[in-house]
């Protein structure tokens, strides 16, 4: 995997990403904060040696290079999933490339579905702590104390700091801004009532079928990270109708600009 890392950092730095501070993962239906970013370069991620591809429809693949904030950021318009036949390693393997290109920090989108029911769709919520379901560790592959200690400490996965910044300027901007814990799932079939039942028993306050596996190897590099899920729909097992993907992702577009108003603040304090 080191062959591969350097092979894919040579390419990007050889198209102009330069140091970027600051990653960025857009998570589903939530694109539009490219707007807000003034492109420098940018890469479809099928020209990127050694990169998976994105095949959800939805997940555009592209890395982009530019300046949000003031900042050098590198956002990923797309992610990868476990879902998608991809390996752990495959899903993670541009959290690992964006380290070597020089961020420091990690920032992470997605949709959820909320296991709280005191939370409600359109709703934001802070990730304070995660529970793996996904059943495997991207961390779990011979050799990967080369890239970083084996066993990552994760008593504390999420930056503090940068949680209590997003918590401000959701006050200072009238954004209820939800705090709990994220569970990840395999998917791609959605849960039934007694998953969620499970789920929340086990205290997961959302669930999704991302983000996770990317923390883990965030954790594993020393980045420091902070995730926000958009609630798209609200997991009552009791009251539990059939979903629609494209009300999923019409909530997280709707949703969508306070998560931008979240992350461009934010970065400006970085």
Known sequence: MIKYIEETVDYLQGKGFDNPEIGIILGTGLGELLNDVDIIKEASYNHIP?????????????LIYGILGGKKVIVMQGRF??????????????????????????LV???????????????????????????????????????????????????????????????????????????????????????????KILGADAVGMSTVPEIIVANHLKLKVAAVSVLTDECDPDNLKPVDISEIIGMAEKAEPNMITLFKELIKTL
């Not at 050694?50 to 592209?62: D, I, L, Q, R, S």
């Not at 999933?81 to 990690?106: A, C, N």
């Not at 569970?183 to 849960?191: D, F, K, N, T, Y």
């Open 50 to 62: 050694n990169f998976p591809t994105a095949t959800v429809e939805f997940h555009k693949g592209k």
């Open 81 to 106: 999933h476990f879902y998608e036949g991809y390996s752990l390693q495959d899903v993670t393997y541009p959290i690992r490339i964006m380290e070597k290109l020089g961020i420091k920090t990690l």
């Open 109 to 199: 989108s997605n949709a959820a579905g909320a296991i709280n029911l005191n939370f409600k769709k359109g709703e934001l919520m802070l990730i304070e702590d995660h529970i793996n379901l996904q059943g495997n560790s991207p961390l779990a592959f011979k050799g990967v104390e080369h890239l970083g200690e084996r066993f990552a400490d994760m008593s504390a996965p999420y930056d503090a700091e940068i949680n209590s910044q997003f918590k401000s300027i959701a006050k200072a901007n009238n954004i209820k801004l939800h705090e709990g814990v994220y569970a990840s799932v395999v998917g791609p079939q959605l849960e039934t009532r007694a998953e969620y039942r499970m789920l």
